[in-house]
């Protein structure tokens, strides 16, 4: 049995033993296997020697599929095929290459040399018969989990990787580490690219993501879709696509970063789900989008990180082909297609024979041809990649086909450039030539044997039909476009539309896959000239200069820090790629040490062991800002802003390392200062007030408060707190921030609001208050804010006046009562009495004791008069006298006429006594202390209490 693997480790399985087809001596083919297994979507090699007399020359060598034995198609023209194989011969030796395999791949291919003699084909029976089957399948049964592939399965032991969620696991499941929210996937040891789809137990939900098409092309300039589905037995809280390729973006390499992220990808790429599909669309496709694509989603408690294969994007040429879909007689219809997504809405141009027939034309195209006529089409704006020419009516017709668009070999290697050409008269001449290396290009094509730069290093190799051109110890000039050109004999001219354009690139140590250990990394690495080298090349790698036991294109094996790869194709060790440094995980070091103060100058600087490694070093701070390039970063001038997190990530072709956080804490004095108070708006009496200071400074401030420059309180938390704020608290208060740098200051007045005081009043013009007088009244309270006064009068609801000054004009004896100030503002009120007592004016007393005494006189008179009558009468027994006398008026009553008391008479019972004996004052109603004095009521004093009524003390003066 053997077992060949491409580039990218996809599964083949060869099923038997080597196969030698020989009909007569000295002629034969041996295939290294007849039956072939392939994956879909994988690449298969199919090889064999032959062997023919020394007498004859192998001019033509072709592989073919059954059904075209007896006029055999070579592979590189048949259009299904043409984009997706190559040929690898040499010394007798040829292999078939066939990418991106189908199903409809299935069948047999056969080998076919053609001689220089035109009797001597020789075709390899009875051939290769090729299956592609599907992946394999996770199979649930009594004894456990089976891997199981339902059209080959490899003969004898076969190692199998197993998968869990997405996860390599290490051995094969059991019953006991079988779960049915878990998915379970497979694939052959050493072919992990092509595992089967994962799969959950007995149809229960697990978590697992599926993709529906592994591979996909698209045109450069195009959009394009990539799809999977996804589903899990918990609830999803986040999906996103990413692309590995893109690792060395991402800020930790173990950590996948959503492609929307990735300012390669900005404004390029959208996410759509539609239930359990989602779709990944990226517009505006470059050749640097050819990747791999996976998808991944979180749960509360899951995280799908797969490390089985996404979808492989390839971004390519339009990959063009022209099919005659109908003729009749020398009428055909055409159609223009591709395998891959184009643009949206496209339009064609088509060429006849070479030259253009249509432009800005529809994929189909319909005329009548000559049987020499071959067909092509191209997208407009896009003719440089042109269909393979095709035969309209029949096999033969004059065209040239290239195959290869794009050749890409490495440095100091050789590379053939090959054509198909085809004539239905005799070829006259042929040559190879390029636009590039013309030295006028407005003459015709040159012979490249011409050219000095190539005459030494390249050979033209003619096979019946097939021209090659082979260049050795390739340069960097040499990446340039090369055409074939022929002649017939009736003069008709064909060359190659668009020719094969050649990219020499330089080989590059490429870091597959890493394990990263606290001593040591084990890597997987790859020979890579971004090139497609055949399978059969032959590598050299070397270690610390030393050439390692290894010819494959891949070296496994153990790094160490410090440790220096290089690689290179046996034969060319003088063209090998440049040194790749194993890095280590960087340092960091910042200087000056010690406090770092504001405006101070501080350099950091990132170290790794490799030191002759070209290394790309970015610094970042706070984990995503990007703050700088190069090995140091220096700060000028530092600013407070400047604090924080900063590391450094070293990268190399090996990949990215990403150092320790360093924090850089920038000192400085108190900059700015703040005074706050926790209550919004007025601060009332009674209330819980909070006085904050706050400042920016670093180290942290201490705070010291002060009132009218009395120190209050000092310490770190710039808080001085009122349980219960006092009319008494209001002021002004300050604080001080202060660190070892410096200090800073601020004042802030603290208005306390309360109701009024205790009003006190005063009494202008002090003393008696005399009838006719003037008096002014004053009331004022402490009160904020400033309280507004009323005056009432005891008894009235109306107030005499809104004033703290209430005057009174032309004082009356009606004045005389109680009088209340009210002192008001919106926190409350407060009110005061006093009583007011009015006296009568000396004058008016003078005149009303005149008037009485006039009054008496007349009255006297009067009563002698009637005296005199009476005594000359004699008078009833019994009878009174009807005069009165009024003995005396007291003087209280003298003073004030509306209170006068009056006296009774009596008269004697003799009737001849006339003498006034009898007559007495009646007694007085008061005290005569009262009556000597005049009536003068004053408040000697005044007294509070609890219940904030005044209460009086009346003395006499």
């Known amino acids: 049995m053997g077992l060949t693997a491409a580039r990218c480790g996809f599964v083949v399985f060869l099923l038997w033993m080597p196969v030698l087809h020989c009909t007569e001596p000295g002629w034969g083919v041996t295939y290294t296997s007849t039956n072939i297994c392939a994956v879909e979507g994988s690449t298969v090699d199919i090889s064999c020697s032959y062997i023919y007399p020394p007498t004859y020359k192998v001019v033509r060598i072709i592989w073919t599929t059954k059904g075209h034995e007896s006029q055999p198609l070579d592979l590189r023209e048949d259009p299904q095929y043409s984009k997706r194989v190559r040929y690898h011969c040499s010394n007798n030796n040829c292999t078939l290459t066939i990418k991106h395999l189908n199903s409809s791949d299935s069948g047999q291919y056969f080998f076919r040399f053609i001689t220089d003699k035109q009797d001597k084909r020789f075709t390899g029976q009875p051939g290769v018969t090729l299956t592609v089957t599907g992946l394999s399948t996770v199979f649930y049964t009594n004894s456990g989990l089976q891997c199981y592939s339902s059209r080959c399965q490899p003969p004898g032991h076969v190692s199998y990787i197993w998968y869990k969620n997405g996860e390599k696991i290490s051995g094969e499941p059991t019953f006991d580490r079988v779960h049915s929210r878990d998915s379970y996937s497979c694939a052959v040891e050493g072919h992990e690219d092509f595992p089967s789809p994962p799969r959950c137990l007995k149809d229960q939900a697990c978590s697992r993501v599926t993709y529906q098409n592994r591979n996909i092309c ?15 037995s918990e609830g999803i809280t986040s999906t996103f696509w990413f692309s590995p390729s893109r690792r060395h973006q991402w800020v930790n390499s173990s950590w996948p970063e959503k492609l929307s992220k990735d300012p390669q990808f900005a404004g390029r790429v959208e996410e759509f789900y539609e ?14 989008d050819s990747a791999e694509y996976r998808f991944t989603f979180k749960t509360g408690s899951f995280e799908w990180r797969s490390s089985l294969p996404g979808v492989t994007l390839t971004v390519t040429d339009p990959d063009l082909q022209v099919k005659v879909t109908s003729s009749s007689g020398s009428w055909a219809n055409l159609e223009c297609h591709s395998r891959c997504s184009l643009p949206y809405n496209p339009s064609y141009v088509w060429y006849k024979n070479g030259e253009k027939v249509k432009q800005r034309a529809p994929s189909t195209y319909s005329a009548y041809f000559w049987a020499a006529d071959s067909i092509s089409c191209a997208l407009t704006d896009h003719e440089d990649f042109p269909s393979p020419p095709v035969c309209v009516l029949g096999q033969q017709c004059n065209r040239v086909n290239c195959p290869d668009r794009r050749i890409c070999a490495a440095l100091g290697s050789s590379v053939d450039i090959s054509c198909f050409y085809q004539s239905r008269n005799y070829v006259k001449s042929k040559f190879w030539f390029s636009p590039d290396h013309s030295r006028d290009q407005h003459r015709l094509p040159e012979d490249l044997r011409n050219d000095p730069q190539l005459a030494n290093r390249m050979e033209v190799l003619e096979k019946e039909g097939f021209s090659t051109l082979r260049i050795s110890d390739l340069r960097d000039d040499d990446s340039i476009q ?89 034969g060319h060790e003088s063209h090998a790629s440049p040194p790749l440094y194993v890095l280590n995980v960087p340092s960091v070091s910042v200087s000056p040490s010690g406090e770092i103060m504001e405006n101070s100058s501080v350099t950091l600087t990132c170290s790794n062991d490799a030191t002759q490694s070209r290394i790309n070093t970015t610094w970042y701070k706070n984990k995503e800002t990007v703050v700088g390039l190069g090995p140091q970063l220096v700060l000028q001038s530092i600013r407070s802003s400047d604090s924080g997190q900063y590391y450094c990530t070293s990268e190399n072709e090996w990949g990215k390392r990403t150092s320790q956080l360093i924090s850089i804490d920038v000192e400085y004095p108190p900059k700015t200062i703040d005074v706050s108070v926790s209550l919004h708006g007025a601060i009332v009496e009674g209330s819980s007030v909070t006085l904050t200071c706050s400042s920016d400074a670093n180290p942290a401030a201490n705070y010291t408060w002060y009132r009218n420059h009395h120190k209050l309180a000092h310490g770190p938390e710039g808080t001085y707190h009122f349980p219960s704020i006092s009319w008494e608290d209001r002021g002004t208060y300050s604080c001080k921030s202060e660190n070892k740098h410096g200090t800073m200051s601020l004042s802030r007045p603290v ?148 209170e006068l008391h009056y006296a009774s008479v009596h008269f004697s019972k003799q009737k001849d006594e006339c003498l006034y004996s009898n007559i007495r004052p009646v007694q007085p109603h008061r005290p005569m202390e009262e009556e000597e004095e005049d009536a003068a009521v004053l408040y000697s004093a005044i007294r509070r209490t609890n219940d904030s009524r005044s209460v009086f003390t009346r003395t006499s003066a």
Request: glycine share 4%.
């Open 218 to 232: 698209a045109m450069k300039g195009s959009w394009v879709y990539i799809s999977c589905q996804y589903e899990s």
């Open 275 to 288: 239930g359990v599909d989602s779709y990944l669309r990226i517009s505006d496709v470059r050749e640097s």
């Open 482 to 570: 090369y055409h074939f050109q022929f002649t017939t004999s009736d003069s008709t001219t064909s060359r190659s539309l668009s020719g094969t354009r050649l990219t020499v690139t330089a080989l590059q140590v490429k870091v597959i896959t890493e394990t990263i250990h606290p001593s040591h990394t084990e890597a997987e690495l790859e020979c890579d000239s971004k090139c497609h080298q055949a399978s059969h090349v032959d590598h050299v790698w070397f270690k610390n200069r030393v050439k390692v036991k290894n010819k494959k294109r891949l070296y496994e094996a153990r790094f160490h820090p410090g440790d220096v790869i290089s690689c290179a194709l046996e």
């Open 751 to 898: 208005d306390v609001q309360y109701g009024p005081k205790l009003p006190s009043v005063s009494v202008s013009p002090s003393g008696e208050i005399v009838e006719g007088s003037s008096v002014t009244l004053t009331c004022s309270s402490d009160a904020n804010p400033a309280a507004s006064y009323s005056w009432y009068r005891e008894g009235e609801d109306t107030p005499q006046a809104s004033d703290n000054i209430f005057t009174i004009s032309d004082v009356s004896l009606e004045h005389s009562g109680n009088y209340s100030c009210v002192a008001q503002n919106s926190r409350g009120r407060h009110a005061f009495t006093v009583n007011l007592l009015v006296r009568k004016s000396r004058k008016a007393a003078v005149v009303g004791a005149s008037t009485a005494v006039i009054l008496v006189l007349v009255f006297f008179a009067v009563f002698i008069l009637l005296r005199k009558r009476i005594c000359k009468q004699t008078p009833e027994p019994g009878a009174r006298p009807n005069i009165s006398e009024q003995r005396g008026v007291d003087r209280e009553q003298q003073e004030e006429p509306a």
